[in-house]
């Protein structure tokens, strides 16, 4: 089930989606202020750093509330953009007074965040519980793609909570793929966020290596981009590595964490994936060392010569 690129809903059509948006940090500030530009109507905002929620509130014409379960209260689709798997279970606690679930009946939950493919799968069956439903919409883009709609959004979960889903999903994405059943998408993009990650940390050894030859890096990068060096990674990261811009758009920290997950599956699978094994020691180093909300390119600190 895939969508080209560029297939929208009408305003008309959006008008009738009351959505509500829990975890405005970056990632979850620039979808909210996306789906509100395109008519989509954002009526609640929560996060537990309640001057951020606030905040975007004021922006977008949203209300700031307490605690998930207002959100559902208010909003018939809620998008959640968390940080880590207790967050998630946190924010979809059966038991909790505070919850998402509490008066969920009919609501659709679409989770963004990476988190472990169980608890997508866990947080499904919760749902249900509750008379609602769940979608993972899992982001293969950063902030800028957020903002401006063009995100690569892998989705699992029921087919039928993904065709509910898809105006919204639409408005947020340039391409748009469904995947499988819960679990399946947090699978996939913890793959391709390792095959990233370990990207990254090459790319920080070369250029490294090449510093500390006397090379010239802005013709290192250029050779790179002509053979078999070339990467996504060498074009959102490469300069930023040379001249240390670390302006995070994907942090360290949750490199890190992401590299975790797919280690975790390794195991599950009797794998051992050395790279991604260095590549996580080299990402827990930056975080342990008060680095972790940088950027990802930051990895270069570590390997250039008089750096770190």
Do not use: W
């Amino acid at each position: 089930m895939g969508t080209p690129a560029g297939q929208r809903e009408s305003s008309e059509d959006r008008s009738a989606y009351t959505i509500g948006v829990v975890g405005v940090g970056r990632m979850g500030a620039a979808i909210a202020r996306r789906v509100k530009e395109i008519g989509f109507p954002v009526l609640a905002v929560q996060d537990m750093d309640g001057q951020a929620a606030r905040d975007l509130a004021g922006e977008i014409g949203a209300t700031a509330v307490e605690t998930p379960a207002a959100v559902t209260e208010r909003a018939q689709y809620v998008l959640t953009v968390v940080s880590d798997d207790a967050a998630m279970r946190q924010i979809f606690d059966p038991q909790g007074d505070a919850g998402l679930l509490r008066g969920a009946q009919g609501r659709l939950f679409i989770n963004c965040a990476t988190v472990s493919p169980e608890v997508h799968v866990e947080v499904e069956r919760l749902a249900a519980g509750a008379g609602a439903q769940t979608l993972e919409a899992c982001m293969a883009s950063s902030i800028p793609q957020a903002r401006q709609g063009t995100l690569y959004l892998m989705c699992a979960g029921k087919p039928a909570a993904f065709e509910r889903a898809r105006p919204i999903l639409e408005g947020m994405s340039s391409a748009l793929r469904y995947v499988g059943p819960a679990g399946q998408a947090a699978t996939v993009k913890a793959l391709v966020n390792m095959v990233m990650n370990i990207n990254t940390a090459g790319l920080a050894e070369g250029l490294g290596l090449g510093d500390a030859l006397g090379l010239d890096l802005t013709m290192l990068r250029e050779v790179f981009s002509q053979t078999g060096a070339a990467s996504r990674v060498l074009e959102t990261d490469g300069e930023d590595m040379q001249h240390r811009e670390h302006s995070v758009y994907f942090s360290a920290a949750h490199a890190a964490k992401d590299s975790g997950i797919a280690l975790a599956l390794a195991r599950q699978a009797g794998l051992r994936l050395p790279l991604a094994e260095a590549t996580k020691g080299q990402f827990d180093r930056l975080v342990a060392a008060g680095k972790g909300e940088l950027d990802k390119s930051a990895v270069a600190e570590l390997t250039f010569p008089g750096r770190g």
